[in-house]
């Protein structure tokens, strides 16, 4: 993970690092720093902690120049710290840098050979010193080669030079990197997002390519060392909304526009009048498909097992799901009848990527579902289905599994009526019920909006939390343990309701706190069932239903019922009592909401 951001400019540029490095924090804020040239050195400036201490740091020194690298940084190799922190300098070059040098120990053994001393733990501190030991004897293009060659592991780098002191160089393996074009200045950013607010004008490094910035030139090379040329994107002027507005923190507007969310996706991809879905042109026709395989990391994943119910129940494909850092790995027997898809909120999450490159190589056609359209992931698709869930900055997904599931849902039916699986009618109902869903969400927020916090004072003390449910209410119960896990840090298992009697059931002791999603579906009294035995157990039950019933809720703690749908569509309504929870768990409990310990928003390491 870990956030670059370098500038070519005539001007003073440690201002525009610092707004930069504030909105790349979703990659990582454990330490943040700036390396600038000021009279021909390097000036380096860095602290443990998040964009606002450095940018005090600054206040009270000023960084000047006009060419500049700077970094947030999501701890790989050594402790968060000062130290630890990017850029690493030597007295000739500064770097930042985003990935894994996995041959650092011996690149480390070998320059100490040569006298290099080492200050900090971190993997990154090699590429500093072989960079400068290679400028010793080469220009600095056969530097950075050579530096490059010598690397294994995944990297995007934003390098400054003592003695090449007009241009910033970028360079990629493995981790993305964007160049922005600006009037009388240029730019490098881990993603265009970053960038935005100084250019549309981008250009995305392919896998080997370097590039050399000065204020009005950028020249590409690529793996081969040969002058390239790159072709210039413009990104769509659509101005996020990325204000809190009257919101204490984005992760609960987040959840509380996903009724907007749910609307502006259905709308783009939804026509009332004609009661038709707008998905043409598939990369394979939807009537030969044999399998699909939808891969995901964390919540995208949750994402894909609703995905994989959907798909079985209403289509007669086959259906594989995977987290995708399992999928790399696997001995995979590829199919070009099959459609590989890939979900992903960010588009750039390392394994992910790395599974559907693994697909790309097999030749076999992808699909990725993602929040952002200019990403790697969308980029290197074959078909691209956007979630148009708008920019999530809460490090917890929220709206974008809402977006995720609601895409995954559109295109198993699209396919259904495609493969005629399903009758017209069913289809056009379907339909109907889709532009039903924004006002069961909004309805289901409100519901719940006071009840949670009282909720939640039953878990603050409790060692742990269980969720169960059966169906499609068991990724739903997987995503809220998820949720409270990397909220509140309290420890949280979720469970298909029918596995528990083998081995969890365990767990189970007076007081635990256990969530049951139990939906009027197929499943509902087998899940009561399950519920039963919990209770008899001790367990403090909170059970959420859509289903009347006075008689089940003898012995449960907490009832919430919420809004009827088809059961089909209860996961949209279920995961948002969930949501909540978390968040008014980790609210309680003084956790930082937006920015959980430990985690990023992007996670593009593997
Ligand atoms: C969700 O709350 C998590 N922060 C995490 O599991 C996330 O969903 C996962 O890292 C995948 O990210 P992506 O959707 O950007 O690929």
Redesign the pocket.
Known sequence: MCGIIGIASSKLVASSIIQSLKKLEYRGYDSAGIATIVNGEINEKKCAGRVDSLEKMLFKSPSKGSLGIGHVRWATHGVPSKVNAHPHSSDEVSVVHNGIIENSNELKKDLEKKGYKFKSQTDTEVITFLLTDFLKDFDLVDAINKTLRALNGSFALGILFKKYNDIVVGARRGSPLAVGYGPEENYLGSDSYALKSMTNKITYLDDGDVCILTNNKIEFYNSKNKKINKKILILSNNEINTEKGDYKDFMSKEINEQNITAKTCVKEYVDQLRKDINLYNFPINPKSIEKIVII?????YHSCITAKYWLEELTNIQIEIDVASEFRYRKIKFNNKNLYVF???????AD?FAALDLCKKNKVKTCSIVNVVESSIARSSDFVLPIHAGQEIG???TK?FMGQMLVLYILTIKISEIRKEISKSDFEKRINDLKKLPDLIKETLNYCQDTMPIIAKDFINSKGAMFLGRGLSFPIALEGA??LK?LSYLHAEGYPAGEMKHGPLALIEEGLPVVIIAPKDRYFEKTISNMQEVIARGGKVILITNENNKIIRENVRFTLEIPKTDEQLSPFLMTIPLQLLAYHVATLKNCDIDKPRN?A???TVE
């Open positions: 995901g990391c964390g919540t995208a979900v992903s909120q960010s588009g750039e999450t992910t490090v917890a997904s974008a998820l949720k990397e985690l928003k992007s996670v």
